[in-house]
């Protein structure tokens, strides 16, 4: 513990030394233009800004809003405009006046939004509360599950009374951007985090500091705590500006913080140029960002939100109780990414790995055999394919996203072929490096490692399924998924052969590995279709 | 000029061989695809036009009360389907039996203020959904309400388009698409010039027939000759999905415009500063007090691409020389400020 905080301070007292030379008048320069700049961009920057002219005339409310353009005319003036196409629609006090073409139409549909708000502005403000708002709604709750007797202790909520015209959407947009902000800094600090990586690498002092006596689990742990306290004081900070609860607020945020320093952790790692750095650091902020996000959106109408810790930030903004099952769904992947991210740093963290200047895709190879190395092939293949399985399901997910824009006959192929070759890579390339080193040789120790990965992937895949499962919904779909035990034997066998065709055309019969895995993907792709025509 | 160019290729073809231009090309496909995925998701789940399409015909709602209240017509309107029921316990009744979404209760003798009971199941994804479809009727019914309070509602019969999607691709997917790549080159400038740097290479370059502008040109140059290939790309391929763009060479050369912007004064930033991680992080903040402050000037580069683009009848070429006048201006000060990289 003694030796991680003496990294720790050494860390302080070198961002110190770095930021010394600026003078705090260009700091204070700085961080006035970042909340300025947050100041301005809050309202202004809007979906559509700048999208729509409208010609007005006569009494109509006064439209501040960022997608307008207002040209005031007069009645004749604005119609000619109007047909002329140079305004897209023309408001005659109360009389709307617009073109039959889409961009007017659409022009009217952004006007009917605005005007309806502002028209609720002005009855609200120009009569008594009970006749401008005359209509409450109480909503309650039934339990569906009543009549049939389970759960008849279930606490009913209590009556919420709503006003129609003056309840917001349930999208949960607000909430999701101000959980938003918590993320934007712990990404900026982690970005000095492997800043201070790169830093010590240039100079070599990172070589010193792995000479000494200490471990490179301490070197990574002593690095990251200064940015960890820093990153958790910002999540308090936030949560006491935006009146969030603190203790909450960091329960939720400290496992997110960890997983994106583990991620962070890892760029350093692979970098050759400084370009590399810049990349790999822009891609992995937008795919944990979008990872964070997307699922967010959907907090209240699907359950798989609770992916996403945002969504229980989303919760606790909008007063919403949630339990420790809920907490735990989104918190454990990520704390378990941490964990393997730390494991895969104290195999990578030395000077020769560090400092090689290979391909990518080498680089990441030597990465592979340096973590399965150190321990027995029989153990270390199948705990790789299982430990991988959060990680195949984000790409899948990501998969998913980009298959959303193509023709939807092509959809379903293009996901079938991109996800079998994902889980084709994941459960060979483990065996593949090993063999490369010459760590296994015989072609039955290589079908015995396939068959081990092979079983490491299924158990992962539907423990990842029935986890998800059962927390998220009831559990009538998991049993379904286990009711046929012996079917789970079928998927098995087909993981093996499609794994066992990889490794052995890589290593017996010295086929390119991108030619091995084509050829796997292809089987399981047809594996994979055949059960979907079988299902129909 | 043939050193300039060398220096040119040398960074173009360490761009291609590091592959880090894939990543880059990646992560802009990955966001334009995925924001539009999120769209969708949205469109299908928050907006009720849409989930009367898919799924709406099959709302039962259950109503208790008078029957010839108005809500029930304008719910029957929205495509919903009421059946009538004389008490509570009735409807609760059918409502366990699986036969009824929800259930609304008007109490009898309403005045000019009336209270309505909603029931709704016990689920977030199916309450809120319904909470979603009868939004509208019930905004309808607090208009007729107020009608009979005498307070007059104007704007009440507009229609228009659903605007999400066109709002979406001109204000958001464009802009991203066409400046994304402008950001990168900026960063790049500040990776390429901090490398140098930092690694102590600077002088054996100079030491070639090149000023150090004539280097920092070079590398500028690189940067924004990447970034023009990207925009192209681009407009290729939203011309593809048949999104028509207007005035698409004012687009480019805007594109082209900013990213210069951008790479100079990534440059400047780099010549002060000298080191990547300082530099980085000064850029990142310049650039969004740059969004910022064009933003409230109303001279925003985002707002004139979408402009352009939808053929705006106020918005030229004059809107892109603007940038052009303020690109010359930046450079002029990289001309004085370079030397400082030397020494």
């Known amino acids: 513990m003694h030796q991680i905080l003496v990294i720790a301070w050494r860390e302080v007292s070198r961002l110190r030394k770095r930021f010394s030379g600026t003078s705090p008048i260009t700091v204070i320069l700085l961080l006035?233009?970042?909340?300025?700049?947050?100041?301005?961009l809050r309202n202004t920057v809007a979906l559509g800004s700048g999208l729509y002219r409208v010609g007005i005339s006569g009494e109509v409310p006064a439209i501040q809003d960022s997608r307008f353009s207002i040209v005031t005319v007069d009645a004749i003036e604005g119609k000619t405009l109007l047909d002329?196409?140079?305004?897209?629609?023309?408001?005659?006090?109360?009389q709307v006046i617009y073109r039959d073409d889409d961009k007017s139409l659409?022009?009217?549909?952004?006007?009917?939004?605005?005007?309806?708000?502002?028209?609720?502005?002005?009855?609200?403000?120009?009569?008594a509360e009970g006749e401008a708002f005359p209509l409450r709604v109480g909503i309650n709750y039934l339990n569906a599950s009543q009549a049939s007797g389970q759960?008849?202790?279930?606490?009913?909520?209590?009556?919420?009374?709503i006003i129609p015209s003056l309840t917001p959407p349930p999208a949960p947009f607000t909430q999701v951007i101000v959980a938003l902000f918590y993320i934007m800094p712990i990404t900026f600090i982690s970005i000095f985090f492997t800043s201070s990586f790169m830093d010590e690498k240039i100079n070599r002092r990172l070589t010193i500091l792995l000479s000494a006596p200490i471990t490179p689990f301490q070197i990574m742990l002593g690095k990251m705590l200064p940015y960890a306290v820093f990153a958790l004081a910002t999540t308090v900070l936030i949560a006491i500006l935006t009146n969030g609860n603190i203790l909450l607020a960091l329960a939720i945020f400290a496992p997110t913080t960890l997983f994106i320093f583990a991620i962070y952790l890892m760029v350093p790692m692979f970098y050759r140029t400084f370009k590399d750095t810049t990349f790999i650091s822009m891609l992995v902020t937008t795919l944990t960002t979008s990872y964070l996000v997307f699922p967010a959106m959907f907090t209240?109408?699907?359950?798989?939100?609770?992916?996403s810790p945002l969504t229980l930030a989303v919760k606790m903004y909008r007063n919403e109780p949630f339990g420790w099952r809920e907490y735990l769904f989104?918190?454990?992947?990520?704390?378990?990414?941490?964990g393997f991210a730390m494991f895969a740093g104290t195999r990578m963290l030395n000077e020769e790995f560090l400092m090689g200047y290979k391909p990518i895709s080498r680089k990441v190879a030597d990465a592979i055999y340096l973590m399965?190395?150190?321990?027995?092939?029989?153990?270390?293949?199948?705990i790789w394919s299982l430990l991988m399985i959060p990680a195949v399901y984000m790409i899948q997910v990501a998969f998913l996203a980009f298959a959303s824009n193509l023709p939807i006959g092509m959809m379903l192929g293009a996901i079938l072929i991109a996800s079998a070759f994902v889980e084709e890579v994941v459960k060979s390339i483990g065996i593949v490096v090993l063999a490369e080193h010459g760590v296994v040789t015989s072609t039955r120790n290589i079908i015995v490692l396939a068959f081990l990965s092979a079983l490491g992937f299924l158990i992962g895949e539907k423990l990842l399924l029935l986890v998800s499962i059962s927390i998220v919904s009831q559990s009538s779909i998991s049993s379904a998924l286990f009711s046929a035990g012996i079917f789970l034997l079928i998927p098995l066998f087909a993981h093996f052969t499609f794994t066992a065709i990889v490794t052995v055309l890589r290593t017996k019969v010295k086929l390119p590995y991108t030619v091995?895995?084509?050829?796997?993907?292809?089987?399981?792709?047809?594996y994979n279709w055949y059960l979907m025509g079988g299902m129909r | 000029m043939i050193p300039f160019l060398a220096v040119v290729k040398k960074e173009l073809s360490s761009v291609l061989r590091d592959r880090t231009i894939i990543i880059s090309i990646l992560i802009q496909l990955f966001i334009a695809s995925f924001s539009s995925a999120l769209l969708l998701g949205m469109l299908s789940l928050y907006d009720a036009d849409t989930i009367m399409k898919y799924g709406g015909a099959s709302i039962k709602i259950g109503m208790v009360g008078a029957s010839d209240n108005p809500l029930e017509s304008f719910m029957t309107k929205r495509g919903i389907q009421i059946t009538p029921f004389a008490t509570l316990t009735d409807a609760e009744t059918e409502f366990y039996q699986g036969k009824l979404n929800a259930i609304i209760l008007i109490p009898p003798n309403i005045f000019n203020t009336a209270e309505i009971k909603l029931y709704l199941p016990n689920s977030d994804a199916i309450s809120s959904l319904i909470r979603m479809v009868i939004q509208e009727p019930l905004k309808q019914y607090e208009n007729y309400l107020r009608a009979q309070n005498g307070i007059e509602v104007r704007y009440t019969d507009l229609k228009g388009k659903p605007t999400t999607s066109f709002e979406f691709v001109y204000s958001v997917l464009l802009p991203m698409l066409m400046f994304f790549p402008a950001f990168v080159a900026g960063s790049m400038t500040v990776d390429s010039i901090t490398e140098e740097v930092e690694n102590n290479t600077l002088q054996t370059l100079l030491s070639a027939p090149l000023t150090i502008n004539g280097t920092i040109s070079a590398k500028i140059t690189a940067a924004v000759i990447l970034s023009i290939i990207q925009c192209i790309a681009w407009m290729v391929l939203l011309w593809l999905n048949r999104i028509a763009i207007q005035n698409p060479v004012w687009i480019l050369l805007l594109a082209v415009i900013v990213a210069g912007i951008t790479s100079t004064s990534a440059a400047l930033g780099a010549a002060l500063l000298r080191d990547r991680e300082r530099s980085q992080f000064v850029y990142s903040l310049i650039l969004l007090t740059a969004i910022a402050i064009s933003t409230l000037l109303d001279l925003s580069p985002i707002e004139t691409v979408s402009r352009l683009a939808i053929g705006d009848y106020y918005t030229s070429g004059w809107n892109v020389a603007v940038f052009a006048v303020f690109l010359a201006g930046l450079y002029l000060l990289l001309l004085k400020i370079s030397r400082r990289l030397v020494v």
């Open chain 1, 372 to 382: 399965m190395a150190h321990s027995q092939p029989y153990l270390s293949v199948p």
């Open chain 1, 32 to 40: 006035a233009a970042l909340g300025f700049s947050a100041f301005a």
């Open chain 1, 106 to 127: 659409y022009a009217v549909k952004a006007l009917k939004q605005y005007l309806e708000k502002q028209e609720l502005i002005r009855i609200g403000s120009s009569y």
């Open chain 1, 300 to 307: 209240g109408s699907n359950d798989l939100a609770y992916i």
């Open chain 1, 516 to 526: 091995a895995l084509t050829a796997g993907t292809l089987v399981h792709f047809f």
């Open chain 1, 330 to 338: 989104p918190s454990l992947p990520m704390a378990a990414i941490f």
């Open chain 1, 151 to 161: 759960n008849e202790a279930a606490p009913a909520k209590p009556e919420e009374i």
């Open chain 1, 84 to 94: 002329k196409h140079i305004i897209d629609v023309f408001i005659n006090g109360a």
